[in-house]
């Protein structure tokens, strides 16, 4: 059965949805994009997700799309037409088709942003059997360009992490930058030590995680004490848990990183219970 996506103000069948060849999302990479989750058929954190988009759009002197402050409303219809209870919508904003190809940022009062927005269905997207057993994870080496902290679709080089990842047998790669961990190829690392959570501050050498957002304030709600500073691998293997979180993964554990296994190579228990936390206290702000 066909999806319906939203390209530009209308709802199509996947098969007739098109962009120009000419679209500088497609030949400049230049646009961003967000991924909100669906969990019993709503939206999770979409405030957050929205504020995020308006961010980056701006750190990008890129015009908002028209339908900005409908976002919410085209959320949901598409969720409601799609049948979704567990999954992703996807949204992108481009700087749009200039009509030809130049470097320099075309006038915004002659060309549009695209706006594409699409869903993905997960069932058993909160039941993910990964968070029961954790991941392996490997690091290498960050060589992206320096602001991370803006969502755009320039994800060449994380899928590359992803691939290098699968081809050693494992699950996702960590990235390191003058010794230190920044994230991971699509998630915000975290390891505990002595009942202590350590994440990276936020700056433009990692991107401000919505999901890194709620579990933090939860976990601050739940009494545990949270450091935000860089850490290294090897930090992180001598670690008691370490995780990460994403807004399609949640919270998830990582049991081994660099062939060592964290601990004992098993899921710890702060992992798990900021996992139910959020899990819990999300569906109850979903909308």
Request: net charge negative.
């Amino acid at each position: 059965m066909s999806r319906t996506v939203y390209v530009n103000g209308q709802y199509l069948p996947e098969e007739e949805a098109t962009v120009s060849i000419f679209d500088r999302g497609f030949l400049m990479a230049d646009g961003v994009y967000e991924v909100t989750s669906v969990l019993g058929g709503k939206l999770i954190d979409f405030a957050g997700h929205a504020a995020r988009l308006e961010r980056s759009l701006k750190e990008l002197d890129m015009e908002k799309p028209e339908a900005f402050d409908d976002l919410l409303e085209i959320h949901r219809e598409l969720v409601a037409r799609n049948g979704i209870e567990e999954g992703m919508v996807y949204l992108q904003v481009t700087r749009g088709n200039p009509g030809d190809r130049d470097f320099a940022f075309p006038d915004p009062a002659t060309t549009k942003p695209t706006l594409v927005l699409f869903t993905q269905n997960k069932p058993g997207l909160a039941d993910n059997p990964q968070a029961q057993k954790g991941i392996k994870v490997i690091s290498i080496e960050d060589i992206r360009w320096g602001r991370r902290d803006i969502k755009t679709v320039q994800l060449l080089y994380p899928s590359m992490g992803k691939m290098m990842a699968k081809k050693a047998g494992c699950d996702d790669a960590w990235l390191v930058e003058d010794g230190f961990v920044t994230e991971g190829t699509s998630n915000n690392t975290y390891i505990v030590k002595d009942g202590k959570i350590i994440t990276r501050n936020l700056s433009h050498d990692i991107l401000h995680g919505i999901t890194r957002a709620a579990v933090l304030r939860f976990a601050k709600e739940a009494q545990m004490v949270v450091e935000e500073r860089p850490f290294t691998i090897e930090e992180a293997q001598g670690a008691d848990e370490a995780f990460f979180t994403s807004a399609s993964a949640f919270v998830m554990p990582v049991v081994e990183i660099d062939g060592n296994p964290v601990k004992e190579g098993k899921v710890g228990p702060v992992a798990s219970r900021l996992r139910e936390i959020y899990l819990d206290e999300s569906r109850k702000a979903g909308v």
